[in-house]
């Protein structure tokens, strides 16, 4: 009979071979910033191996050599102490120097990775140029897939986006509806993006190549199609690939995103060649549509005793008399409104406190 344990072995080649087609490239990026972040990750996975690896063979030691069936141990080991200053020092002073080394480099980390700091570097090894601005690109998640704006270069695409290599790329990334995440493995980490706020992630790409963007948060039924392709250009294919979008493209206009915002899966790519103006902060502040009032107006208003034209009118702040009894004299003034309008009174409420009778 043939040997169980070769056939064993020969039936693990199918397997061998399947992850031959794996590419990883969490571990092998193509942007200094996921270049960070994988090293982070392989640093801090050593450093807990320096404890890990030795309590695990010293375990299996242990058991192996202490077994009862091991005749040259069965003698009875009786110590006569109870406690070691060395020992305890070994074996706290390791652990303690690894939970250290670990803290500080999460602090480092935390703060040089931070997704909204500017970049200070290319690579490793080159500082950006000096007076180089980053290629700003605006990103909306849409049920289910992605919107991007180039507001310099005044074109969107859908599910495909395109940057130059060793430029500095700013995203500005927002939602339209439900909460996603943003996430190109090859470039930096995750980011989320959330409606009416927007998230900023900073990042360079180093090497030219087609690579996978995805969402990582799941969002509704169409969340495993919200895939999109990030083209690694030079300088002149990324001229050539706006040039083609100016030209071959259509126009997105207000009316246009407010069908394309409707929940679709699978979207083919899509180039709009010219853009409606200030859709991408229209957006953000939730007013595409005409007659709604944008949510940083909402917040001005607020500011400034809301309550829309009553509010604005009869925003007012303590008189010198009572700050003096309070004891506010040397504390800055703080406004809030002093009336509203009914419907029993509707028209003194407008009046600017300066102008109304005593």
Same mark, same amino acid.
């Given at each position: 009979?043939? /040997?169980?344990? *070769?056939?064993?072995?020969?039936?693990?080649?199918?397997?061998?071979?399947?992850?031959?087609?794996?590419?990883?490239?969490?571990?092998?990026?193509?942007?200094?910033?996921?270049?960070? =972040?994988?090293?982070?990750? $392989?640093?801090?996975?050593?450093?807990?191996?320096?404890?890990?690896?030795?309590?695990?063979?010293?375990?299996? +030691?242990?058991?192996?050599?202490?077994? =009862?069936?091991?005749?040259?141990?069965?003698? #009875?080991?009786?110590?006569?102490?109870?406690?070691?200053? =060395?020992?305890?020092?070994?074996?706290?002073?390791?652990?303690?120097?690894?939970?250290?080394?670990?803290?500080?480099?999460?602090?480092?980390?935390?703060?040089?990775?931070?997704?909204?700091?500017?970049?200070?570097?290319?690579?490793?090894?080159?500082?950006?140029?000096?007076?180089?601005?980053?290629?700003?690109?605006?990103?909306?998640?849409?049920?289910?897939?992605?919107?991007? $704006?180039?507001? @310099?270069?005044?074109?969107?695409?859908? /599910?495909?986006?395109?940057?130059?290599?060793?430029?500095?790329?700013?995203?500005?990334?927002? &939602?339209?509806?439900?909460?996603?995440?943003?996430?190109?493995?090859?470039?930096?980490?995750?980011?989320?993006?959330?409606?009416?706020?927007?998230?900023?992630? *900073?990042?360079?790409?180093?090497?030219?190549?087609?690579?996978?963007?995805?969402?990582?948060?799941? &969002?509704?039924?169409?969340?495993?199609?919200?895939?999109?392709?990030?083209?690694?250009?030079?300088?002149?294919?990324?001229?050539?690939?706006?040039?083609?979008?100016?030209?071959?493209? @259509?126009?997105?206009?207000?009316?246009?995103?407010?069908?394309?915002? =409707?929940?679709? @899966?699978?979207?083919?790519?899509?180039?709009?060649? *010219?853009?409606?103006?200030?859709?991408?902060?229209?957006?953000?502040?939730?007013?595409?549509?005409?007659?709604?009032?944008?949510?940083?107006?909402?917040?001005?208003?607020?500011?400034?005793?809301?309550?829309?034209?009553?509010?604005?009118?009869?925003?007012?702040?303590?008189?010198?008399?009572?700050?003096?009894? +309070? #004891?506010?004299?040397?504390?800055?003034?703080?406004?809030?409104?002093?009336?509203?309008?009914?419907? /029993?009174?509707?028209?003194?409420?407008?009046?600017?406190?300066? @102008?109304?009778?005593?």
């Amino acid at each position: 009979m043939p /040997n169980l344990k *070769n056939l064993r072995g020969l039936l693990l080649l199918p397997a061998i071979g399947l992850l031959a087609g794996c590419n990883a490239v969490l571990v092998n990026p193509s942007g200094d910033i996921a270049t960070q =972040q994988r090293d982070l990750i $392989f640093i801090s996975t050593g450093l807990m191996l320096l404890i890990i690896v030795p309590v695990i063979a010293l375990t299996l +030691l242990f058991a192996w050599r202490y077994r =009862q069936s091991n005749a040259d141990n069965r003698t #009875d080991y009786d110590p006569d102490w109870d406690h070691s200053t =060395q020992l305890e020092l070994v074996i706290w002073a390791a652990p303690l120097l690894i939970i250290i080394a670990l803290g500080a480099l999460t602090w480092i980390s935390t703060h040089t990775l931070d997704p909204y700091r500017p970049l200070s570097r290319l690579d490793a090894n080159r500082p950006i140029p000096a007076e180089t601005k980053p290629l700003v690109i605006e990103v909306v998640a849409l049920d289910w897939k992605w919107l991007f $704006f180039y507001p @310099e270069q005044g074109i969107a695409t859908v /599910n495909e986006i395109a940057a130059p290599v060793d430029r500095p790329i700013l995203f500005k990334i927002t &939602s339209s509806s439900v909460m996603n995440s943003f996430f190109i493995p090859a470039l930096a980490g995750q980011i989320y993006a959330m409606p009416g706020m927007e998230t900023k992630l *900073n990042a360079v790409i180093n090497k030219p190549g087609e690579f996978e963007g995805f969402s990582a948060n799941f &969002s509704g039924a169409g969340f495993s199609g919200m895939r999109f392709k990030f083209h690694g250009l030079n300088n002149g294919d990324f001229d050539n690939w706006v040039q083609k979008t100016k030209t071959g493209g @259509e126009t997105l206009s207000r009316d246009a995103y407010l069908k394309l915002e =409707q929940p679709s @899966e699978r979207d083919p790519v899509r180039r709009y060649a *010219n853009v409606a103006p200030g859709l991408y902060d229209a957006i953000l502040n939730r007013c595409v549509e005409n007659n709604k009032m944008c949510m940083k107006d909402m917040m001005a208003i607020d500011a400034t005793g809301g309550l829309g034209v009553p509010g604005a009118y009869n925003v007012t702040t303590l008189d010198a008399a009572t700050r003096a009894r +309070l #004891d506010l004299t040397e504390r800055a003034g703080r406004s809030y409104v002093g009336a509203m309008c009914s419907v /029993n009174d509707p028209v003194d409420a407008f009046v600017p406190p300066a @102008e109304r009778p005593m």
